[in-house]
């Protein structure tokens, strides 16, 4: 790899986020060309991918199917709060 994650850090200056993404043990919200979101059900091992597009002119582009993508997120907090398993909220 790119050797961005090497697993090293300062003594109290450890950069959870990159264990969270390594361990997808948590939910990622992403934002902007490249990005990806990571629903992490807590309950489960399941984990939902919400792929951004690459490209910043296909981001702006396709800006309208990209947010058709993100309506996912609601839902799914809707249903992690109370504490469900109907993934049809």
């Known amino acids: 790899g790119n050797m961005e994650n090497t697993g090293w850090s300062k003594p109290g200056f450890e950069g959870l986020y990159n264990v969270y993404i390594m361990d997808e043990t948590h939910t990622i919200l992403a934002c902007g060309a490249g990005a990806v979101t990571k629903l992490k059900d807590p309950d489960s091992e399941s984990i939902e991918r ?33 504490g469900g398993d109907n993934k049809n909220v």
């Open 50 to 82: 919400i792929f951004n597009f690459k490209y910043p002119y296909e981001y702006n582009a396709r800006y309208e199917e990209l947010i058709s993508r993100k309506d996912a997120i609601a839902p799914f907090y809707m249903n992690t709060l109370r």
